[in-house]
């Protein structure tokens, strides 16, 4: 007998925990998007009720448009080479993103009401690079990434367990290999949307969107 889930939730809303004042085109402190996500993240990261600072969504889509998303670790970022993350780049994602090298990530902070939309397209580090973060991840991590096939399917918890300590017998008293399609991805960014949550939904909403052939930053305010 099939069961018909169905849960109302129309009437579920919060009011936002502090409300702030509307940010305002003439009001923010810079006009390099790069230098706000930073003024941003370091408000957060500070903040001892953000759990990870740096988790973001990192969504991607197969070369026929079909998209998926999943939570991830922001690494690192510059303007040189925009927002890193490292992962298997033979999972799901990563395979979508040789196929489609573009990709969309997903910030977002409650407790300050704010979040950050950042698109653009994607390359892959160099395997030195890679070799030089994984170097300095977490032994167990380190094995945790040896033995995993991400994404790939598996007979058992206790299958994937005997793996794990298969490879810490396997590397005992010497370094961890960094597995060959375990890297990182670097996202440039072509549109930032800043957004900023105002418990009267008259959110805050504003773009950075570079401009290709003067390389400049254009700024614009959207409606909520």
């Known amino acids: 007998m099939s069961s018909n889930v169905s849960v109302d939730l129309s009437d579920m809303r919060k009011p936002y925990k502090s409300e702030l004042e509307h940010f305002k085109e003439s009001d923010l402190p810079t006009r390099n998007p790069f230098e706000l996500f930073k003024l941003?993240?370091?408000?957060?990261?500070?903040?001892?009720?953000?759990?990870?600072?740096?988790?973001?969504?990192?969504?991607?889509?197969?070369?026929?448009?079909r998209p998926s998303a999943r939570m991830v670790l922001l690494k690192g970022f510059d303007e040189k080479d925009g927002f890193k993350i490292f992962t298997n780049l033979g999972s799901r994602k990563g395979i979508e993103l040789k196929e489609n090298p573009n990709g969309y990530l997903l910030f977002y902070w409650d407790f300050f009401n704010r979040q950050i939309r950042i698109e653009?397209?994607?390359?892959?580090?160099?395997?030195?690079e890679s070799e030089a973060y994984f170097k300095r991840r977490p032994r167990q991590s380190q094995l945790g990434?040896?033995?995993?096939?991400?994404?790939?399917?598996?007979?058992?918890?206790?299958?994937?367990?005997?793996?794990f300590e298969n490879a810490k017998v396997q590397f005992e008293g010497k370094?961890?290999?960094?597995?060959?399609?375990?890297?990182?991805i670097k996202l440039f960014p072509k549109n930032f949307e800043f957004w900023q949550g105002q418990s009267n939904r008259l959110h805050d909403r504003i773009v950075f969107s570079k401009d290709e052939q003067t390389n400049q930053w254009i700024l614009t305010r959207l409606q909520p």
Do not use: R
Request: charged residues 35%.
């Open 145 to 163: 990434a040896y033995c995993s096939d991400q994404s790939k399917p598996i007979e058992s918890l206790e299958k994937l367990q005997e793996k």
């Open 175 to 184: 370094d961890v290999e960094k597995p060959l399609d375990w890297g990182g």
């Open 40 to 65: 941003w993240f370091e408000e957060v990261k500070t903040c001892d009720k953000i759990l990870e600072p740096n988790a973001v969504c990192l969504a991607t889509s197969d070369k026929s448009g």
């Open 120 to 128: 653009g397209s994607v390359e892959f580090t160099s395997q030195e």
